[in-house]
């Protein structure tokens, strides 16, 4: 079965600065998508970032970017220029091209910025 | 403005009372899900549909039941046979089974049992 981790529950950063969280899953699969979604304090689920498996090249969605590693089967996030409103909690999550269309969640990394 | 609605936003049960959670979407989409949200689990699912009058258990389905007689709607019900039931309940739709297409969630329900 697949499985998503996110080894890190919390994390800080200074305000401007750049933070990463990381996260690894495990499959069997070649193909598969990646997703990173955050739950800000409203409880809202907003998709932040996703991720083709078969594409190398990494998905960028202004300041925030993956560095995908197919073969170590790592997607961390990286978050530019940090603002308060990044505060939050980041899910990845892992989702099968495949199989059915359950979305496969890690347990969260909870991100604090430093004003 | 199209979207997921979840009513209500804050729900009280005491023990052994069913309860059920209501999740309307008008975006068309045929997939909806239920998931839970407990601190330091992240989200668990619960129930998903991808089609009208069809419905799978997820990974944590006991004490749960749901119904899908219309699209638009996918209403949750905690029974009385859920040992643990105060958590945040989150819904959410998808357009289809493509896995490319990432889920829409609502705003939630947190429910408490007294």
């Known amino acids: 079965a697949q499985t998503v981790t996110q080894s890190q529950p919390e994390m800080s950063v200074q305000e401007a600065e750049t933070v990463t969280l990381s996260c690894t899953y495990d499959t069997s699969e070649s193909d598969y998508y990646l997703f990173w979604y955050k739950q800000p304090p409203s409880r809202q689920m907003i998709l932040v970032i996703r991720q083709e498996a078969y594409k190398q090249q990494n998905a960028t969605e202004n300041r925030f970017s993956v560095n995908f590693q197919k073969a170590a089967k790592s997607f961390s996030l990286k978050i530019s220029d940090s603002q308060l409103g990044d505060a939050a909690m980041y899910f990845c999550?892992?989702?099968?091209?495949?199989?059915?269309?359950?979305?496969?969640f890690g347990k969260g990394t909870r991100l604090h910025i430093l004003p | 403005d199209g979207g997921i609605t979840q009513s209500p936003k804050y729900l009280f049960r005491k023990e052994g009372q069913n309860v059920t959670l209501s999740c309307e979407q008008n975006l068309n989409h045929d997939a909806m899900y239920w998931y839970r949200q407990d601190p330091g689990q992240g989200l668990r699912l619960i129930y998903y549909s991808q089609i009208v009058n069809d419905f799978q258990k997820g990974d944590i389905a006991e004490g749960y039941s749901v119904s899908r007689e219309k699209k638009e709607s996918f209403p949750l019900t905690v029974t009385s046979a859920q040992k643990n039931p105060t958590a945040f309940y989150l819904c959410?739709?998808?357009?289809?089974?493509?896995?490319?297409?990432?889920?829409?969630f609502g705003p939630g329900t947190r429910l408490t049992v007294l």
């Open positions: 959410a739709s998808s357009p289809d089974r493509e896995g490319y297409n990432e889920q829409f």
């Open positions: 999550a892992y989702r099968s091209a495949l199989r059915d269309d359950k979305i496969i």
